[in-house]
């Protein structure tokens, strides 16, 4: 059965790979983003992959929660949204700035939480419906290389936590998705390693948690919940010494 799937960062690399698979399925498709110059390219290149509709909304920005009520109104009807808009900071900048630090986290979280509770909402008038989040493993544990980061996606997981209890009763599905190391734009400085996953894959694991998996958290790839099993069982005691 194919479903009409709103995407909001709809150009970041692991959303495009997943539209695409999207698009193979059939599914229409509403897309947002900051550059509406990608955002054309990429609803040409879906219509081709076989999309039921491509639908282009307007401009979003993640700084501009005023904006949110048009752009969903301009979206419509929808079974699917996949939230997939997020920035990686400069860790030490913003230990300097504070209203950098800050910044980061209204984009991270709160402009998330603004459209989640917007989105959860019209799922609960409509009597159906699946939020899918892209969060990260790095809101599992503190670390002192990337903790603004971090805090802001631990307390997106902590949010949408709460959301899915109280959205469960109600036939509304809730899913956090985890990326560990995935390789795309936003971590073109960071050295790869051995754990890096292209977004190709990191989008097939989407995929399958938008129209397959039945979990409501899922790892992407699966190997990231036994890392961070192991991670999380450290003791404070000696995770605060260390150089992670």
């Not at 399925?25 to 081709?48: H, V």
């Not at 599992?140 to 990337?146: E, F, I, K, M, P």
Request: net charge positive.
């Amino acid at each position: 059965m194919t479903q009409t799937t709103l995407i909001l960062g709809a150009t970041s690399a692991m959303a495009e790979h997943t539209a695409r698979l999207l698009a193979d399925d059939g599914d229409t498709l509403l897309l947002a983003a900051r550059n509406p110059e990608a955002l054309e390219t990429l609803a040409a290149d879906l219509s081709t992959r076989g999309a039921a509709a491509v639908k282009v909304l307007p401009a979003f920005d993640a700084l501009a929660p005023d904006t949110f009520p048009e752009l969903l109104t301009a979206a419509g009807s929808f079974d699917r949204v996949l939230i997939a808009y997020g920035n990686l900071p400069d860790q030490a900048a913003c230990e300097a700035d504070p209203k950098l630090a800050a910044k980061e986290i209204e984009v991270n979280l709160g402009s998330v939480i603004h459209l989640c509770t917007l989105i959860a909402n019209h799922f609960v008038e409509q009597g159906h419906g699946t939020l899918a989040v892209i969060t990260s493993v790095a809101g599992l544990r503190g670390r002192q290389s990337n903790y603004v980061y971090g805090s802001a996606k631990g307390g997106l997981n902590l949010f949408l936590q709460g959301l899915r209890n109280r959205l469960a009763p109600k036939n509304i599905r809730v899913l956090t998705l985890l990326p560990g190391f995935v390789d795309t734009p936003m971590t073109a400085d960071i050295k790869k390693g051995p754990l890096f996953v292209p977004a190709a894959k990191a989008g097939e694991c989407i995929h399958k948690a938008l129209t397959k998996c039945k979990n409501d958290i899922v790892y992407v790839p699966f190997f990231w919940r036994y890392i961070m099993w192991i991670i999380r069982s450290i003791p404070e005691c000696i995770f605060k010494k260390m150089k992670l």
